[in-house]
Protein backbone atom coordinates (compact mmCIF):
# COMPACT_ATOMS: atom_id res chain seq x y z
CA UNK A 1 0.00 0.00 0.00
CA UNK A 2 1.39 3.26 -0.63
CA UNK A 3 -0.22 6.51 -0.20
CA UNK A 4 1.23 9.31 -2.49
CA UNK A 5 0.11 12.86 -4.38
CA UNK A 6 -0.82 13.11 -7.57
CA UNK A 7 -1.42 16.80 -9.18
CA UNK A 8 -2.34 18.05 -5.29
CA UNK A 9 -4.30 15.24 -4.79
CA UNK A 10 -4.06 12.26 -2.36
CA UNK A 11 -4.83 8.50 -3.69
CA UNK A 12 -4.50 6.06 -2.12
CA UNK A 13 -3.07 2.59 -4.01
CA UNK A 14 -3.16 -0.68 -2.74
CA UNK A 15 -2.01 -3.03 -5.49
CA UNK A 16 -0.33 -6.02 -6.05
CA UNK A 17 4.20 -5.40 -6.44
CA UNK A 18 6.44 -7.57 -8.24
CA UNK A 19 9.87 -8.27 -8.67
CA UNK A 20 12.09 -7.60 -11.79
CA UNK A 21 13.77 -10.92 -11.99
CA UNK A 22 17.13 -8.75 -13.26
CA UNK A 23 17.46 -5.90 -11.28
CA UNK A 24 15.43 -6.87 -8.21
CA UNK A 25 13.95 -3.68 -8.23
CA UNK A 26 10.25 -3.84 -7.02
CA UNK A 27 7.16 -2.02 -8.66
CA UNK A 28 3.85 -1.54 -9.02
CA UNK A 29 1.97 -3.71 -10.76
CA UNK A 30 -1.72 -2.89 -13.03
CA UNK A 31 -3.44 -5.32 -10.35
CA UNK A 32 -5.35 -3.30 -7.44
CA UNK A 33 -7.35 -0.61 -6.90
CA UNK A 34 -6.61 3.26 -6.23
CA UNK A 35 -8.80 5.25 -3.30
CA UNK A 36 -9.74 9.05 -3.08
CA UNK A 37 -9.51 10.14 0.58
CA UNK A 38 -13.78 9.38 0.49
CA UNK A 39 -13.44 6.26 -0.62
CA UNK A 40 -10.39 5.29 1.75
CA UNK A 41 -12.82 6.83 4.87
CA UNK A 42 -15.76 4.76 3.64
CA UNK A 43 -14.15 1.52 3.01
CA UNK A 44 -12.48 2.50 7.12
CA UNK A 45 -16.06 3.56 8.28
CA UNK A 46 -17.42 0.01 6.81
CA UNK A 47 -14.35 -2.58 8.08
CA UNK A 48 -16.29 -3.67 10.94
CA UNK A 49 -19.43 -4.49 8.89
CA UNK A 50 -16.81 -6.12 6.14
CA UNK A 51 -15.13 -8.18 9.65
CA UNK A 52 -18.64 -9.44 9.69
CA UNK A 53 -19.14 -11.12 7.26
CA UNK A 54 -15.66 -12.28 7.11
CA UNK A 55 -16.26 -14.64 10.25
CA UNK A 56 -19.56 -15.24 8.67
CA UNK A 57 -17.15 -17.19 5.71
CA UNK A 58 -17.05 -19.82 8.47
CA UNK A 59 -20.51 -20.17 9.66
CA UNK A 60 -22.89 -19.46 6.86
CA UNK A 61 -23.44 -20.32 3.30
CA UNK A 62 -25.16 -19.18 0.36
CA UNK A 63 -24.04 -15.20 1.04
CA UNK A 64 -22.75 -12.08 -0.79
CA UNK A 65 -22.32 -8.71 0.53
CA UNK A 66 -20.90 -5.98 -1.23
CA UNK A 67 -20.92 -2.58 0.19
CA UNK A 68 -20.28 0.28 -2.15
CA UNK A 69 -16.91 2.60 -1.45
CA UNK A 70 -17.73 5.04 -3.73
CA UNK A 71 -17.56 6.02 -7.62
CA UNK A 72 -17.58 2.45 -8.82
CA UNK A 73 -15.56 0.87 -6.19
CA UNK A 74 -16.86 -2.01 -3.98
CA UNK A 75 -15.96 -4.34 -1.51
CA UNK A 76 -17.17 -7.73 -1.62
CA UNK A 77 -17.36 -11.29 0.37
CA UNK A 78 -18.91 -14.20 -0.53
CA UNK A 79 -19.24 -17.73 0.89
CA UNK A 80 -17.35 -20.11 -0.45
CA UNK A 81 -14.43 -18.22 -1.57
CA UNK A 82 -11.99 -16.63 1.52
CA UNK A 83 -11.09 -13.35 0.58
CA UNK A 84 -11.84 -9.79 0.63
CA UNK A 85 -12.17 -8.51 -2.94
CA UNK A 86 -11.99 -4.81 -3.77
CA UNK A 87 -12.62 -3.72 -7.48
CA UNK A 88 -14.43 -1.69 -9.62
CA UNK A 89 -17.76 -2.10 -11.77
CA UNK A 90 -19.20 -1.29 -14.40
CA UNK A 91 -22.80 -1.72 -15.71
CA UNK A 92 -23.88 -4.14 -18.21
CA UNK A 93 -27.53 -4.18 -19.43
CA UNK A 94 -28.81 -2.77 -16.11
CA UNK A 95 -26.80 -5.21 -13.58
CA UNK A 96 -23.11 -4.19 -12.18
CA UNK A 97 -20.86 -6.32 -13.12
CA UNK A 98 -16.63 -6.71 -11.74
CA UNK A 99 -14.13 -5.31 -13.81
CA UNK A 100 -10.62 -6.68 -13.56
CA UNK A 101 -9.45 -3.74 -11.90
CA UNK A 102 -9.16 -4.32 -8.51
CA UNK A 103 -7.26 -6.85 -5.89
CA UNK A 104 -8.41 -10.21 -3.80
CA UNK A 105 -6.90 -10.13 -0.63
CA UNK A 106 -6.95 -12.91 1.71
CA UNK A 107 -7.94 -12.87 5.12
CA UNK A 108 -4.69 -12.43 6.49
CA UNK A 109 -3.80 -9.63 4.25
CA UNK A 110 -6.96 -8.32 5.12
CA UNK A 111 -6.20 -8.18 8.40
CA UNK A 112 -2.92 -6.56 7.66
CA UNK A 113 -4.57 -3.62 5.92
CA UNK A 114 -6.85 -2.73 9.02
CA UNK A 115 -3.34 -2.74 10.74
CA UNK A 116 -2.51 0.08 8.88
CA UNK A 117 -5.31 1.76 9.24
CA UNK A 118 -4.16 3.85 12.61
CA UNK A 119 -0.96 4.19 11.00
CA UNK A 120 -2.31 6.42 7.82
CA UNK A 121 -4.49 8.20 10.22
CA UNK A 122 -1.96 9.46 11.84
CA UNK A 123 0.85 9.89 9.62
CA UNK A 124 -1.64 11.58 6.77
CA UNK A 125 -3.69 13.82 8.81
CA UNK A 126 -5.54 14.54 5.32
CA UNK A 127 -6.71 10.88 5.89
CA UNK A 128 -7.74 11.68 9.48
CA UNK A 129 -9.98 14.21 8.49
CA UNK A 130 -11.19 12.09 5.55
CA UNK A 131 -15.12 11.17 5.95
CA UNK A 132 -16.97 9.11 3.83
CA UNK A 133 -18.70 11.65 1.12
CA UNK A 134 -22.10 11.02 2.85
CA UNK A 135 -21.47 12.78 5.49
CA UNK A 136 -20.85 15.61 3.71
CA UNK A 137 -22.80 19.07 3.48
CA UNK A 138 -24.52 17.79 0.26
CA UNK A 139 -25.91 14.85 1.61
CA UNK A 140 -27.82 16.54 4.40
CA UNK A 141 -31.64 16.22 2.07
CA UNK A 142 -32.55 13.47 -0.87
CA UNK A 143 -32.01 15.63 -3.80
CA UNK A 144 -28.19 16.18 -2.96
CA UNK A 145 -27.91 12.65 -2.04
CA UNK A 146 -29.32 11.63 -5.51
CA UNK A 147 -27.18 14.11 -7.68
CA UNK A 148 -23.92 12.79 -5.98
CA UNK A 149 -21.77 11.29 -8.83
CA UNK A 150 -19.59 9.56 -6.01
CA UNK A 151 -22.46 7.90 -4.49
CA UNK A 152 -24.57 7.13 -7.50
CA UNK A 153 -22.16 6.91 -10.72
CA UNK A 154 -24.68 4.68 -12.56
CA UNK A 155 -27.79 6.83 -11.47
CA UNK A 156 -30.20 6.25 -9.23
CA UNK A 157 -32.05 3.68 -11.62
CA UNK A 158 -30.03 0.70 -10.47
CA UNK A 159 -29.39 -1.18 -6.92
CA UNK A 160 -26.05 -0.54 -5.65
CA UNK A 161 -26.56 -3.21 -2.81
Given at each position: MVV?????????HLREHAQDPYTGKVYPTKRGVSFT??????????????????????????????????????????SG???????????????L?????????????????KGYFDVIKNTTPE??????????ADHTNQQGDVECKICHPFGTEISYF
Open positions: SRFMGSIIIPSTWATLVFNANDIDVKVKELVTETNFEYRVHLGKAVFCTVTYYFVNIRRYFLLEGKQPTKNGICLKLAEWNCLLAEALPCFFG
